[in-house]
């Protein structure tokens, strides 16, 4: 069992977010975007008591929190030795107004009192600059307002002001209301401006949720997890990020601190995947028109990350004033793998495409235009899909090339043929069928190593790599081909600690891995399903289960002796894993009610 390391909830509107500890602490939120300097970073900061804000109550003795059901919105219950209780709501508006949906970066949180008299204390400790406490502020009627450098954050309440300010206690004998954010009217008073905010972001959220296409089994956690990706699309221009935080490392003291408050282009073919899967269209093909987007301004020179704002720099830095996590740094800004050659980007763009020419579901479908668009993916796969990359897991220290980027530039032509076929284009069928069948005889050959009887991480390579079970998924062999049925059991062999897997146990730029990767697991899974070892597989999956957080929430990584949830947090990759796996092992609605 884990042992809850990240025992964080998440809250936000497609425009900013926010974890929250189960006590009420508010310790990460980038405002006014997903990437921002964060305005609290107390998860960060070691053991600093700055950049955050919370409600302490006197005498605690017990706390009780959860997410309100199939909502983004959490709850939290603190409960004193005396019997005497608060209940503490916390979320980021979210709704349709006006006929927009209304997502401003601003988070609410309401305190009412629930028994007795219980006595607390607000703090409220904004940070600029990546942890240095902001020096200015100052009182209005309602309010106070915060500002340093660039940062201007206001603190709208009913409740106390100078109590807040003193960080002093008091008895809480009525509900009081707080909203953090810009400095912009609102269209009520406090109270109700909160009451409202809530009531309908609560029914916003839950009509989301009914819509999704979900089959019989572990609902709960499917729909935690659909929320958690819809919680990292940046709306306004469809991208989706990879995580919401930055140096999470992914095992203690092992110097693998990176910031994934990005959007990473092959995420899109497991984004979009399982999207597509439970039937959260409208953000699949926003996620589409982002990656879109890029692609046509840029050709065929693409970087394999980008951030919300495509345009924006992504230059990699160390913060100065923040120690990390449990004092564990160094803290990146940026990220240099944007740098990188990471040739596996110009399939997963197609692939995430796909959709857009057979799924009768969507309003537009795709035609001749953006065929020839992808078809610059295409070339691009063509050209580099046989040289060296730093691989899907971006080593920053040596280039090869790598099973998985042949297998997905192969995948992208196998695709762009299809297409072709669909459309009618004939010849370029031809063109695209012959050229991934040239990658294909390469792959094959390339990959396997006689030696060790696998299909190994990169041509002429003894290492093994979780990557290359993605193999039959892909299309690549069947997950019956002799040469891939040895490959599992290497890397049964070699790469599982206990029911965990690691991505390759080789040693790499920061040594021999410490960790176990989340997604790698939901890759075997996977592979047992097709296989026909089900039992295998629902143990698997069900065990992997336990390791969410008491939210319900997966970081990237499990340490391989405690348990707990390591790397940057919520990670995409393995709620999207979580979700497809779900989907694959589950009955479905017509076997549960009629064979039970």
């Keep these: 069992m884990t042992d809850y390391g990240l025992d964080l909830a998440i809250i936000g509107n497609g425009r900013t977010a926010a974890l929250v500890e189960p006590g009420s602490r508010i310790v990460w939120w980038c405002f006014p975007r997903f990437d921002s300097d964060p305005v609290f970073c107390r998860l960060l900061a070691g053991d600093e008591d700055k950049g955050f804000t919370d409600v302490v109550l006197e005498d605690l003795a017990d706390v009780q929190s959860s997410y309100m059901r199939n909502t983004a919105i959490v709850e939290t219950i603190l409960t004193d030795k005396h019997g005497a209780a608060v209940r503490i709501t916390d979320f980021a508006p979210r709704f349709m107004n006006l006929d927009r949906m209304f997502r401003p970066p601003q988070l609410v949180r309401m305190i009412e009192p629930i028994a007795g008299m219980p006595r607390i204390t607000i703090r409220f400790r904004p940070a600029h600059d990546y942890g240095t406490p902001i020096a200015n502020r100052t009182t209005g009627s309602s309010h106070i307002r915060y500002w340093d ?10 409740a106390p002001l100078s109590y807040i300010d003193r960080e002093a206690s008091f008895v809480l004998s009525h509900p009081v209301h707080m909203i953090f954010g810009a400095d912009e009217p609102f269209p009520s008073g406090i109270p109700q401006t909160c009451r409202d905010f809530r009531d309908r972001t609560l029914r916003h959220w ?20 659909a929320i958690s990706l819809k919680l990292s699309n940046f709306e306004e ?15 203690p003291l092992s110097g693998r601190t990176w910031d994934y408050r990005f959007c990473w282009l092959r995420d899109a073919y497991f984004v979009v995947k399982a999207l597509n899967r439970i039937g959260a269209t409208h ?33 990699e830095w160390i913060a100065p004033n923040l120690k990390g996590f449990q004092g564990d740094g160094p803290v990146r800004v940026g990220n240099a793998a944007a740098l990188q050659a990471q040739h596996d980007t110009y399939g997963s763009i197609i692939l995430a495409t796909m959709p857009m020419f057979f799924d009768r579901r969507l309003p537009t479908m795709g035609g001749e235009p953006l065929f020839r668009l992808l078809e610059t993916m295409g070339e691009a796969a063509r050209r580099f899909g046989l040289e060296p990359d730093a691989s899907i897991w971006e080593y920053r220290g040596r280039n090869r090339v790598h099973t998985h980027s042949v297998a997905m530039c192969w995948a992208g032509c196998n695709r762009l043929a299809a297409i072709a076929q669909t459309l009618g284009f004939v010849e370029r069928a031809v063109y695209w069928n012959d050229t991934a069948d040239r990658l294909h005889q390469r792959l094959l050959e390339g990959a396997w190593n ?29 997950a019956d081909d002799p040469r891939f049925l040895s490959t599992v059991s290497a890397i049964e062999a070699e790469l599982m600690r206990g029911k965990h897997v690691l991505r390759y ?4 730029d920061f040594g021999t891995p410490e960790a176990a990767f989340l997604i790698c697991r939901f890759w075997l899974i996977d592979v047992y399903w097709a296989l026909g070892r089900k039992q295998d597989a629902r143990d698997l999956f069900v065990d992997a289960l336990q390791y969410r957080n008491r939210y319900g929430l997966l970081a990237e990584d499990i340490h391989l002796q405690t348990g707990a949830l390591w790397g940057n947090f919520p990670q995409t990759y393995s709620m999207a894993g979580l979700i497809l796996t779900a989907m694959r092992l589950s ?3 017509e076997d549960r009610y009629w064979r039970g």
């Design 283 to 315: 953000t699949m093909e926003d996620f589409i028109f982002f990656i879109l987007n890029i692609a046509s301004g840029e050709g065929r020179s693409l970087r394999p990350v980008y951030s919300v704002v495509p345009t924006d720099p992504m230059d």
């Design 237 to 251: 221009t469809g991208g989706i990020i990879a995580a919401h935080t930055t140096s999470i490392p992914e095992a």
């Design 587 to 589: 009955r479905n609605w």
């Design 505 to 508: 146990a080789s040693p790499d």
């Design 149 to 158: 450098g660039n940062t201007h954050i206001r603190l709208t309440t009913d």
């Design 206 to 225: 839950r009509e989301w949720v009914r819509r999704l296409n979900l089959s019989y089994d572990w609902q709960d956690a499917m729909i935690r997890a």
């Design 450 to 478: 006689e030696k060790r009887k696998a299909y190994t991480a990169a041509f002429g390579s003894d290492d093994l790599d979780a990557s290359v079970l993605l193999l039959p998924e892909l299309g690549v062999c069947e």
